[in-house]
């Protein structure tokens, strides 16, 4: 038997122990601690908190078929950008939901509400799927009706009742603050496109053309509709708030509130406006129109006699405004990039004079974290390798501090962990 003194004597040095190791140890080695330094912050990445998940039935998946808006001829990324409302439409919705495609025609929007997933099912292809940008309770759906057929439904969250639904081509947007709708299509010809405003919480009023007769402004270009009977059958029943413009490859539009449209291309830039129940031009002018979202429209011009002037505008007035010769080049438009007074940043972490946000290190911590779940999924369906070749597929959103990973089988909505970086982007887009 060991005497009682020696048990006394072994714990107390085993206390003194483990209170030598607590106070020591949250220090690093090189300061006589016995702990490791600090792990870089990558490292601490992981443990993400799963917020929901959905188990794809197979040959489903977050895909659109057959989208193309008029602007954006290159593929959108799968996995999207911040999630913006002047992005091309992604099939992960903000925080609430997928957009799936799936065999035989079908498809469907699942959104999380309540705890559990609700389904608005469609017999047709999904082209386009948004929530609306200002408070996520209109859904906004084009289908591909048949070869060449289009129709945009726009419908209520939760209930799922529509409130109307209009022919349109293979797109439909929210203007950026979430007041209207903007669809149209190509009519015959395809230089010439045909655009129309539609409300977001009652049934299209009658419908108007843009008559391109403003005082002091050049008369419509040749073969531009400005009568109804100089539209197409289609053209004709298109209800809403219409307008023709003319279109040119690399032309752009951007619709920044449910009352402004911008048009640009080579042959100059135009601003409408919705004034008395139609469009009619505020302004226009020469040179190459572009975005600087969500803060300011961008003019880049010929001078009279040789060079080009860069100037800014605020959103909804053509208030132009000379930038210093000597900043620096705006990069090349692109809808992903955000932008703030002095720079640029888009979801992948390019950036344009900006260096006061925080990197980007989460998109490559969470495809590391759900590497093996993908693995897994691969082992049990063959199409996981055709879908996702290289590894989950990965859609930040970080303005909402979530991330939707898609790992073959399922879909999950992760809670991202709470940086500096997220701080700042909520503010700046949200």
Not at 251 to 263: A, E
Not at 271 to 286: C, F, N, S, V
Request: proline fraction near 9%; aromatic fraction near 10%; charged fraction near 25%.
């Amino acid at each position: 038997m060991i005497p009682q003194r020696y048990i006394i004597a072994s714990l107390f040095i085993a206390a003194m122990l483990l209170l030598f190791a607590v106070v020591q140890a949250p220090r690093p080695v090189s300061e006589g601690g016995v702990g490791a330094p600090e792990a870089p912050v990558i490292m601490n990445l992981g443990g993400y908190e799963a917020q929901s998940e959905y188990r794809l039935t197979d040959g489903w998946a977050p895909r659109f078929q057959g989208a193309q808006d008029p602007d954006q001829p290159d593929a959108w990324p799968f996995e999207g950008g911040f999630g913006t409302p002047w992005e091309p439409a992604s099939p992960y919705l903000a925080d609430q939901g997928l957009a799936l495609n799936g065999p035989e025609g079908r498809s469907e929007v699942v959104l999380w509400r309540g705890l559990e997933w609700r389904h608005y099912r469609f017999d047709a292809p999904l082209c386009s799927a948004r929530l609306d940008p200002a408070k996520g309770n209109r859904l906004l759906v084009t289908l591909q009706m048949g070869p060449g057929r289009f129709e945009t439904r726009l419908l209520e969250v939760p209930e799922g009742r529509v409130l109307w639904s209009a022919q349109s081509g293979p797109w439909s947007r929210f203007s950026w603050d979430g007041r209207a709708v903007l669809v149209g299509f190509f009519e015959p010809g395809e230089s010439r496109l045909l655009l129309s405003a539609l409300p977001m919480d009652a049934e299209p009023g009658e419908a108007t053309l843009a008559a391109w007769d403003e005082v002091g402004l050049p008369p419509p270009p040749k073969g531009i509709a400005t009568k109804l009977e100089a539209l197409s059958e289609d053209g004709r029943d298109l209800p809403g708030l219409r307008l023709e413009i003319p279109w040119r490859a690399g032309d752009r539009v951007w619709m920044p509130t449910g009352g402004r449209l911008w048009h640009g291309g080579s042959q100059g830039w135009t601003l409408w406006a919705l004034e008395g129940g139609r469009w009619r031009r505020l302004a226009a002018g020469p040179g190459m129109l572009n975005a600087h979202p969500p803060q300011r429209m961008a003019l880049v011009e010929a001078l009279p006699e040789e060079g080009m002037v860069r100037k800014l505008s605020s959103l909804v007035r053509a208030d132009w405004t000379e930038v210093a010769a000597d900043a620096l080049p705006w990069p090349a438009w692109d809808a992903a990039w955000a932008w703030r007074d002095t720079g640029a940043v888009d979801a992948w972490d390019q950036r344009w004079n900006e260096s006061s946000l925080p990197p980007e290190r989460q998109r490559q911590a969470l495809f590391e974290t759900y590497r093996a779940e993908w693995r897994a999924a691969m082992e049990l369906r063959a199409s996981v390798k055709g879908w996702l070749p290289r590894g989950p597929e990965v859609a930040l959103r970080e303005p909402l501090g979530v991330a939707w990973i898609w790992v073959g089988d399922r879909v999950l909505m992760v809670r991202l962990v709470e940086v500096e970086r997220i701080r700042t982007l909520r503010k700046l887009l949200r």
